[in-house]
């Protein structure tokens, strides 16, 4: 008797069994021939990651729940996971032989690593005779299709992505794949099962060398599971989901203002075409908010940026990047580390810092303000910088959006209006007066009362003993003072883009700093960029930006 053909299910993102469309084509292609065909779902683990990819151990342990629960849900379809150790493009060429492969089936990623990757496991699969079956799944849209019919360019604008987008058809979501006959459940075993029955069993955290009892609680468990819980939760509270409009939700509240869906969606845990049809059935028939501030404008966000990201070289640094304003950043150690572990002497900055690191998720609106302090704000350091440490300690840290936003925060691409810098201050006694949130993750100010929790360095030095923290002792000065630095940096700003607009050919393209493009925070509708302006126009655009920078820091 002939031995069985293998068909390969290789998961990367997309750790789902719903809505999968390249597991699902090898699950129906084994129970179209069960006699022929078996199947082997493979997760590959790269030991060798930890030396490159800066991940945090939130993020591992997210990774490993969701490992196990994919496992899991796999069983109930009468398969199971092979988490499969080693580097991919070393481990494919083992296994095409060993398991004898016939089709590998995956879902397509734009991440410049998975492209090179996945270039070479095709060569491998070529050579051996293995057919390659790739599914489009991680984004509703196909971004190579929007940036054709853009004509051949990435829209860089959310309202131009969105006008691309309205002429696509929305693909709808799968339902879990059927039952595969119980014999499935144990195919032929290999040489590594019959020495090891459990060599392919998901990682726990002692192998991920994680010691989970030094972490904090578990707020997000991964799994999609536990995606699928959330989502339905969420959608429950219908007159929520109509209402939502992201800038009226809070960067500082103690328990999240929105969904906390994004690290399923970074994971494909969830798929976002279910989600997004979700939330249209939701809201279908009733009063509702609208994009770009609504749910359905946060999903088509996460959409324009990877739209933008497939199309862009060198998209996640800031030099040999065309979409990018080139910024004379400054290099500072001290204040890097500062910001990085929540120690910059400004309450509401350390306390988001705080948070990130110990849970792994902050809220889009806090995002805006560290990042905004980190650059052009405060401390003029480079967004790669920033990008570096969210990629470390986000859940969701996903490499278009991490990009994509810190460009846009830092004001290096998509929005324009550097002028406007967030308050340290400021900005978080709109939704949180009375510092509860500081209170929480900066307990040396616990005892600090709502007047001055928002700036410690206000009360003497003996009010300070009073509460039992002295600044400058148990919690650090201020690294800098915004109400002075942020007026330098708005000038040295204004030098930068004078200079990027001195290079562009014959200068007949449009002054950035005027560009509305997508501008402003993301969430808020602006009009979209003409694109370029006749040279006659170019001196009353140049007078009216420095008129309104001038009326800016007049108000300052």
């Not at 994971?267 to 976002?272: A, E, K, P, T």
Request: hydrophobic content about 35%; charged content about 25%.
């Amino acid at each position: 008797m002939a031995k069985r053909e293998t068909i390969v299910h290789w998961f990367r993102k997309g750790l789902r069994i719903h809505d999968n469309p390249a597991l699902t084509v090898a699950v129906d292609k084994v129970r179209a021939n069960p006699a022929k065909y078996c199947l082997r779902p493979i997760f590959v683990l790269d030991p060798g990651i930890r030396k490159w990819l800066r991940v945090g151990p939130n993020r591992w342990r997210f990774l490993q729940q969701t490992l196990a629960n994919l496992d899991e849900n796999l069983r109930s379809i009468n398969s199971r996971l092979y988490v499969v150790r080693g580097n991919p493009v070393e481990v494919f060429p083992k296994l095409f032989a060993d398991w004898n492969v016939s089709l590998l089936t995956y879902e397509h990623d734009i991440e410049p690593y998975a492209v090179k990757r996945d270039s070479t496991v095709e060569e491998q699969a070529r050579k051996h005779r293995v057919e390659v079956h790739i599914e489009k799944s991680h984004t509703i849209f196909d971004p190579e299709g929007i940036v054709k019919k853009n004509g051949g360019k990435p829209p860089l604008t959310y309202q131009r992505y969105a006008t691309l987008a309205s002429a696509c058809k929305i693909p709808q979501p799968l339902p879990v794949p059927q039952k595969l006959p119980a014999k499935e459940t144990s195919p032929e075993a290999d040489k590594e099962e019959r020495k090891n029955p459990s060599c392919y069993d998901p990682p726990t955290m002692e192998e991920l060398d994680i010691e989970e009892a030094s972490m904090g609680q578990c707020k997000f468990p991964g799994g999609e599971s536990e995606a699928l819980r959330r989502m339905n939760e969420i959608l429950s509270r219908k007159a929520w989901v109509c209402k939502f409009e992201k800038p009226n939700t809070s960067p500082n509240s103690l328990e999240p203002s929105t969904t906390v869906l994004s690290p399923y969606l970074k994971f494909g845990c969830l798929s976002v075409r279910l989600f997004y049809s979700r939330i249209a059935e939701t809201i279908k028939g009733q009063k509702h908010s609208q994009p770009p501030v609504s749910l359905i404008g946060q999903v088509m966000w996460r959409e324009f940026y990877y739209c933008v990201a497939a199309a862009t070289p060198n998209y996640d640094k800031m030099v040999g990047n065309g979409i990018c304003t080139q910024i004379d950043w400054d290099t500072n150690k001290d204040h890097l580390e500062a910001w990085t572990h929540g120690r910059t002497g400004y309450p509401f900055i350390d306390a988001i810092m705080r948070q990130l690191r110990q849970e792994g998720w902050i809220h889009h609106l806090a995002r805006h303000a560290v990042a905004c302090f980190l650059t052009r704000g405060d401390l003029w350091i480079s967004w790669e910088e920033g990008q570096r440490v969210f990629e470390e300690l986000l859940l969701d840290a996903d490499w278009a959006l991490n990009a994509g936003n810190w460009m846009w925060l830092s004001a290096s691409a998509f929005f324009h209006q550097y002028f406007r810098v967030y308050s340290p201050v400021a900005f978080g006694k709109k939704t949180d007066p009375e510092g509860k949130f500081i209170k929480k993750y900066v307990p040396e100010l616990a005892r600090f009362p709502a007047g001055i929790i928002y700036e410690p360095w206000k009360a003497n030095l003996e009010t300070q003993k009073k509460l039992g923290c002295i600044i400058g002792k148990d919690y650090p000065n201020r690294i800098v003072v915004h109400e002075d630095i942020s007026k330098v940096n708005i000038q040295r700003m204004s030098a930068a883009y004078k200079r990027n607009k001195a290079q562009k050919d014959g200068g007949t393209e449009e002054d950035d700093s005027v560009s509305s493009g997508s501008g402003g925070t993301p969430g808020k509708k602006r009009p979209s960029s003409t694109g370029s302006t006749a040279k006659g126009k170019a001196a009353p655009k140049k007078r009216k930006i420095e008129a309104t920078i001038e009326k800016f820091l007049k108000k300052k």
